[in-house]
Structure formats: C-alpha cells, structure tokens
C-alpha cells in the first residue's frame, strides 16, 4: 500500500503556505520530487518524515494515519535532512553504532548492519576514522548509511547531493539505487539529472502544490518532438527568451548554444533533439507560471 497523502498542507501565517493540497500515492520504488527552491519540497519532506504536524490534510502509511500515530512512520523510517548533523569527533563505527542504539537494535544486527552499510556507501576504508576528516560527499555518505541503517520500508533523502562534485553525486545516487528493491524511497531535489538516472514516478511541486506527477516516460514523451538546439550570436538570446522556454545556453566562442521548447522551429538552422527529463520539467513549471 505504501504512502499516500490526502490534501496535504501546512500553513506558516494568514498569507504563507509552504505546501497546499498535496495528494500523492507512492508505492515501492525510487520516487522523485522536484521542484524549485522554496517550492515546499523540505516542508514536505518534514511533514511526512513526522517532524512537522500539517495544517490541513493527513498522510497514510499503509492505511494507518500518520498524523495521529506518527510511531507508525517513525518506526520503519529512514531520513536524511537537508541539514545533516554528525558527532565530529566520533569515528564513522562509534558514529553508526550511537544512531543504531537510538533505533533499539541489538548488538549482532548493529554489526552486521554497519557492515553492510560502509560497504555500500563505500566508506569500509575509513570507518575509524573521525568525521571531522570527512568531505563533504563522503558526510553525505554518512548519512545515507545512518538513513538505511535500520533497513528502513520508508527512506526520505532531501537534497542529498546538493555541493557535491560529479563523481560523488554518482557515487551517492548509484547507492540510494542500490537499496529500492521492495522499499519507498523519496528523493527531493532541484537537480534533475540526479533522478532522472534512478526515478520510477516524478511529482514536481511548484509554489506548494503538486503540479504533475508522472513516470519518466510519460513526462519526456509531453516534450518529444518540442525541444530544439541552435547557435545564435550572443545578442539574440534575449530575444529567444522572450519567445521561448529556453531550457540552457552554452557560450561558445563567438555564440550560444541555445536549447528550448517550441512548437515550430525558432531558426531556420534549428535542429530539433531528443528530450530530456531536464527539458519536461521546465516546461511544466513555465506552463504552471503563465497560467
């Protein structure tokens, strides 16, 4: 049955609302949520992670209201915050066996777990040492494993790969892939790329509401046949922005690199391309803006 929530809102003050009427069913399996920053997606995540009680609505897990039994969720969740703290002079096995203390495990399946969990984030090299001499990606992985430590039915992740280079994004996204089978994973994110790779649905939330939520698939195949590329000197771009959707530009020596969505070509030397997840996202949240 998984997670479903039913008009889902959480209001700050008379005029602010961090998220309104959000209705999803999420089941087994990597689910994306994109959305802008300060388009609600952290509000959501608390809420639904028990740390914020909503305004409005409710969310079920499993049929059983989490609002009014939250030890329901607490208890087969898995969460990493946008903000993640560590004890900085603990080592990573002094580090994860605190956490597993915490959650009530026993001793053999503390080791056990903690095993598996610095072999999948990679960190087996470094589990005596303390996390102040950690980097930033390898912290992240820390915090994915304190997240799945408990094998968790529920697993939230905000923003896990913001300030990342490219080699630890991968790294981090391969192991959050690595642990969807017969789970729900919610992964909350601006950055597109880093669930397009591993996403089964996409909900996107723009000014706290759930604009559309889809499989990968789907949304691409909205965009298919609009999305094109064309060089034009630099002076023109302001004028395609003012036409189109335009999804990237890429300088070049002497011109731009200009990708966007349109319904005919915008040049005559445009060269209509394949879509993207990147491509169906900004197109859905320009259509949501210009309503």
């Known amino acids: 049955m998984g997670l479903k929530t039913e008009n889902l809102g959480k ?9 309104r ?26 809420i639904l992670s028990t740390v914020l009680k909503p305004t409005a609505g409710t969310a079920y897990w499993n049929g059983t209201d989490i609002v009014e039994s939250p030890d329901v969720v607490r208890s087969i969740l898995g969460y990493l915050p946008q903000e993640f703290g560590a004890y900085p002079d603990l080592t990573l096995e002094e580090f994860l066996q605190y956490i597993a203390a915490l959650r009530g495990l026993d001793r053999e399946t503390t080791s056990a ?12 090299h470094v589990r005596d040492r303390k996390i102040k001499t950690f980097s930033g990606g390898m912290r992240q992985r820390v915090g994915i494993a304190q997240a799945l430590l408990n094998d968790p039915d529920l697993l939230i992740v905000d923003e896990p790969t913001v300030g990342l280079d490219p080699e630890e ?73 003012t036409k189109y959707k335009v999804c990237s530009t890429v300088h070049r020596a002497d011109a731009v690199e200009v990708r966007l969505i349109a319904d005919d070509s915008p040049t005559e030397s445009a060269e209509r391309v394949s879509a993207s997840l990147e491509d169906a996202y900004h197109d859905t949240v320009e259509q949501v803006n210009t309503v």
Request: charged share 20%; glycine share 8%.
């Open 169 to 241: 994004r991968v790294r981090l996204r391969s192991a959050l892939a690595n642990t969807a089978t017969d789970r729900t994973v919610i992964l909350s994110t601006h950055i597109v790329p880093d669930v397009e790779a591993v996403a089964d649905t996409i909900a996107i939330l723009d000014d706290g509401q759930i604009v559309t939520h889809d499989t990968v698939p789907n949304l691409i195949e909205r965009v298919t046949g609009r999305v094109y590329r064309c060089i034009v000197p630099p002076g023109d771009v302001s004028t395609l922005e």
């Open 21 to 46: 009427d959000v209705t999803l069913e999420l089941g087994d399996g990597i689910h994306g949520l994109l959305g802008p920053n300060g388009a609600g997606k952290s509000t959501l995540m608390s």
């Open 11 to 19: 209001q700050y003050d008379s005029e602010t609302w961090g998220v």
């Open 113 to 124: 777990r903690i095993d598996e969990m610095v072999t999948l984030t990679n960190l087996v």
